[in-house]
């Protein structure tokens, strides 16, 4: 499952000095040709509401087998993403577009990175499209392990 946070529905339009020109719609389709090519099925949800995104984690509970989240700026925020990441099996890959590390200081502490397998950031869409592919070797090698 690929999972959108808050304003990512504004991609292309939002402040494209930090974000660039590329939109949700495009970022998915690259990662759908990407599926295709790694021979996976891909479920797509956006939400700007933070117990929407929540309740889809608990829908994919033994639903989907891993999860590529942008939780946007619930990163830096919400414990009860964090805590819903945790509740549920699969493994979880955590994408930023931009390098969060690099930017203002309220935006260096991720509270879902800990309970992610990992994290990517500052390639712009291709932080997605290393993540689907981490996340996919992850399932096939390794599933639930792959969770520290
Ligand atoms: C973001 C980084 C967050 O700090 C920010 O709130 C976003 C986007 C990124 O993809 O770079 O909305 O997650």
């Not at 970022?27 to 479920?43: F, G, S, W």
């Not at 509401?49 to 700026?73: F, S, T, V």
Request: hydrophobic share 45%; charged share 20%; with cysteine.
């Amino acid at each position: 499952m690929v999972l959108h946070g808050p304003n990512l529905n504004l991609l292309g339009v939002r402040e494209p000095q930090v974000y660039g020109g590329v939109t949700l719609e495009t970022i998915d389709h690259e990662l759908r040709k990407l599926a295709d090519e790694l021979q996976v099925e891909l479920a797509f949800f956006q939400s700007n509401y933070e117990g929407a995104l929540i309740d889809r984690i608990h829908q994919a509970h033994g639903a989907e087998q891993g999860i590529l989240l942008n939780p946007a700026a619930y990163t830096h925020t919400s414990v009860a993403l964090r805590d819903a990441l945790a509740a549920v099996a699969q493994p979880v890959v955590e994408v930023h577009l931009t390098n969060i590390y690099a930017r203002e200081p309220f935006r260096h502490q991720s509270l879902t990175a800990p309970v992610a397998a990992g994290l990517i950031c500052g390639f712009g869409a291709d932080s997605y499209l290393w993540g689907l592919r981490a996340l996919v070797k992850l399932i096939k090698t390794e599933g639930k392990e792959g969770k520290s």
